[in-house]
């Protein structure tokens, strides 16, 4: 971990696409994940599966370093959230049998280093998949980070006021409901 903020991602960028380069009201750095688009099971086949595991602590140690540059800046700011798009989510890209393990290792790596960090994890357009894989994690996660979980599906009317109420739409790009530009990456 103590160099991972410094490895070189642009191969998992343009695959796995992450983001975090927004606040909520609070001023709590957000994560974002398009997770629908992924493709899991061709990161395992292709031999990637430990690199995505990787790449996915990345992305949590980012989230936790942006907290500390705003304490250093003086902010009240010891937690970070997540908005994950769940959109095209399916059992074949990201639920097959080859993706169990890795959503096993994910879950307890995230309670291991960094479930304290957890302010929410949103997670919206969910179809029902995703609870598939919901209920295979959800024996290792912490009665705390199950409380930070929300899970919304496809109706926009119901996840988006539950955002807005959160993330100004300033700090959200259009498919979140928002106006912000595209990111640039990480």
């Known amino acids: 971990m103590d160099n991972i903020l410094t490895e070189f991602w642009d191969d998992m960028r343009k695959d796995f696409h992450v983001t975090g380069d ?3 009201k609070e001023g709590r750095p957000i994560g974002t994940i ?3 688009s992924w493709n899991i099971r061709s990161a395992i086949l292709s031999g990637k599966g430990e690199r995505l595991l990787r790449f996915l602590d990345y992305s949590m140690e980012h989230l936790t370093h942006r907290v500390f540059e705003e304490q250093a800046k003086g902010k009240n700011v010891s937690q970070w959230k997540v908005l994950i798009d769940a959109d095209g989510f399916n059992l074949v890209q ?3 049998p080859l993706c169990i393990p890795l959503w096993l ?5 995230l309670e291991n ?8 994890l949103i997670v919206f357009n969910a179809p029902p998949a995703v609870s598939v894989i919901l209920e295979t994690v959800r024996p290792l996660l912490t009665r705390s ?3 930070t979980l929300r899970i919304f599906g496809q109706n926009k009317s119901q996840w988006g006021p539950y955002l807005d109420e959160r993330v100004d739409k300033s700090q959200r790009r259009p498919e979140y409901g928002g106006t912000k530009p595209q990111p640039e990456f990480w």
């Open 34 to 36: 398009d997770i629908g």
């Open 105 to 109: 290792q994910y879950v307890q790596s």
């Open 113 to 120: 280093h960094y479930g304290g960090w957890i302010d929410e």
């Open 94 to 96: 990201q639920g097959c």
């Open 22 to 24: 927004s606040f909520d």
């Open 145 to 147: 980070t199950r409380t």
